[in-house]
Nanobody, 119 residues
Framework: QVQLAESGGGWVQPGGSLRLSCAAS????????MAWFRQAPGKGREFVGG????????HYRDSLKGRFTISRDAVKNIMYLQMNNLKPEDTAVYSC????????????WGQGTQVTVSS
């Protein structure tokens, strides 16, 4: 089965930046889409953005466009999330997930990495 491992979280002051990584292992074929989600305490999980693996084309939650950038290393099977100008409301556990085809749901999830934005 596919296993995902997030890293790069931590504490940062408002206006700072972080880069998260999601490393995939156990892949028998290339992913269709890998995506980032986040969940703040007391709130539901929300979509952050995703990337179509073959083309490297990223798409984002509308409110995050311009601050967050998703990229991938197709050789190493790593997806990145560059987060700039972080705000306190970005505080959440960030998780990654993968779909293996256009019609498949997200089938594998990582454990998540904590991002805390505070002064």
């Amino acid at each position: 089965q596919v296993q995902l491992a997030e890293s790069g979280g931590g504490w940062v002051q408002p206006g700072g930046s972080l880069r998260l990584s999601c490393a995939a292992s156990g892949l028998t074929s290339s992913p269709y889409v890998m995506a980032w989600f986040r969940q703040a305490p007391g709130k539901g999980r929300e979509f952050v953005g995703g990337i179509r693996w073959s083309e490297g084309a990223a798409h984002y939650r509308d409110s995050l466009k311009g601050r967050f950038t998703i990229s991938r290393d197709a050789v190493k099977n790593i997806m990145y999330l560059q987060m700039n100008n972080l705000k306190p409301e970005d505080t959440a556990v960030y998780s990654c997930a993968v779909t293996m085809s256009q019609t498949s749901d997200y089938s594998s999830w990582g454990q998540g990495t904590q991002v805390t934005v505070s002064s």
